[in-house]
């Protein structure tokens, strides 16, 4: 990614999301249930938003998840300009002196899961990454050690996505006769 | 606005303003980040099995073969359940390590995305199972946040003295194990016996000792039970003696102060860098405590003391969760001057089934309970996130909810699981036998870091 890439995004993002509403750290800002804080990042620019995030006094990144919308199609909640994909990242971060907290959620295809990792910016995000990793198939590029954590390193799918069937493995009673 | 006085007519825009105090623009350049912060970055192992397998595998050849690959765990008795660590050994001294999770994971998450909102704290209760009440709690706060469902001023403080006589039995439990890890094996019995007596509370409360599905969106399951306060006040009065007891046990005696002090140290940078929080974020000097910082439930009215440590050592670890013990207990004592009077849990019917005599004699009662507990209450469409002051750290609940009976999405975020990744760091350049302490003070419970 050249620097003209990242201005050039970052203009456009501007000039479509600042006159339709807030806007922090250059994303359209959003009030959730509860007045919860939540900014809607593009995805190349999901690493300036977050030094933006780190910069602003933010220096603790609590929670990164994943949501798998396969199932879930029209949500209302996603603000104009924001185009809504099947997986979105979620990042929680909180500013101890002010006492404040944000979350981020940043879609991302599925044709092309990948997103940068915060791991540079926020070493406590490594476990978590590597959990979303694990049960969404979201890669993380630039994470020092991209492995599954929870499942077994041979294990295939990704169980936490809609599409992995949960199953129930039948329970024969034996040794009763 | 003279264009809006122009044309009353025109539909007026709303233009949504957000007061924040954040920065408005995205940064020009990436940060250069935290990881400069970590002194021992170098400590964390980045090896997969095939590799450690590989490596274990090859042949001695040279001098420069100076390190030991080691496996410790899962089932080992300083492990507290199924923790799993690749060591690399120089001599007796931890060089590098890595933590190795998830024999424990039965996809809790996954389950959550199947039960009804009701359903929801029995299957959450199991995460944290020494603090199973902070889980439901997390939960339903969740839950009651998506709804804006305003729960009795009665069921809120029920919701605090709960959580901190489950802070204080997961305390207490945490003495037990810290002791029997570092050898002081009478302490075991000790915190076992004590924790006990707080257990048999929640059984008088609750019917069950662990795993109580007690905290239930909308309030709590049932009322405090007659002769609550005697069970509480009793519990308040042979505790202070006991926590003596082990002041004498072990926080005044050398063998156990050599043992623990300057073990594990983490400074404050280090901390929040690797996303710490409770007493190992405490035990730095950070006085970060979402109970006086984001409070919940009533926490803004009463009145206690965030304990902090200074040297951010395995003994300040200890020492912070004994005298939270003593917190607690003194919130303990303002809940039971305090406890309002009132319903238990909310009126709403769409939420809460209604009470028994009513569905003798309504037939809407009758519905509503059948409907409660078949299909479940629909939560509206959005997102939230609501989180705790577990006895570990931040315990978070993130909900999606697409307008259904059953959440959407169901995420928790485990104290113990981020935790973990400051092992590597504290326990870099330490002899093994203290990366037993070392293990022990971050308190981990499997359950919760594998979900």
Known sequence: ?177 | MAVTDAEPEAPVVEVPTIEHNMATEAATEVHPGQVGLLPRNDAVMRMSEVQMAERADAPLDDENDQTMLMNMGPSHPSTHGVLRLMLEMDGESVVRSKPVVGYLHTGMEKTGEALTYLQGPTNVTRMDYAAPFFNELAFSLAVEKLIGLEIPERATWIRMLMSEMNRISSHLLFMATNGMDLGAVSMMIYGWREREEVLRFFELVTGLRMNHNYIRPGGVAADLPDGWRDSVGRLLDILPPRLAEYDILMTGQPIWRERLQGVGVMGADEAIALSATGPVLRSTGVPWDLRRDMPYLAYDEVEFDVVVGTYGDAFDKYAIRLNEIRESMRIVHQILDKMPKGDYRATDTKVTPPPRARIDESMEALIHHFKIFTEGFKVPEGEVYAAVESPRGELGCYIVSDGGPKPYRMHIRGPSFINLQTLPHMMSNGLIADAVAVISSVDPIMGEVDR
């Open chain 1, 1 to 177: 990614m050249t620097d003209d890439d990242v201005t050039d995004t970052t203009a456009d993002e501007e000039s479509v999301a600042a006159p339709t509403g807030p806007v922090a750290f250059g994303c359209p800002l959003v009030e959730s249930a509860d007045g919860q804080l939540v900014i809607h990042p593009a995805r190349d620019e999901w690493l300036l938003v977050a030094s933006a995030i780190l910069g602003d006094g933010f220096r603790m990144c609590i929670d990164v998840t994943a949501v798998d919308f396969l199932t879930f199609q029209g949500r209302r909640d996603v603000p104009e300009g924001i185009l809504p994909e099947r997986f979105e990242l979620v990042a929680s971060f909180i500013n101890h002196e002010r006492r404040e907290r944000i979350r981020a959620r940043v879609q991302i295809p599925e044709g092309d899961p990948t997103i940068a990792s915060l791991t540079t910016l926020y070493p406590g995000a490594d476990y978590l990454e590597r959990e979303v990793f694990d049960m969404f198939g979201i890669s993380f590029d630039g994470h020092p050690d991209l492995s599954r954590i929870l499942m077994p390193e041979s294990w295939e799918g990704h169980p936490l996505r809609k599409d992995f069937a949960t199953g129930a493995i039948p329970v024969q009673f034996k040794g009763t006769n």
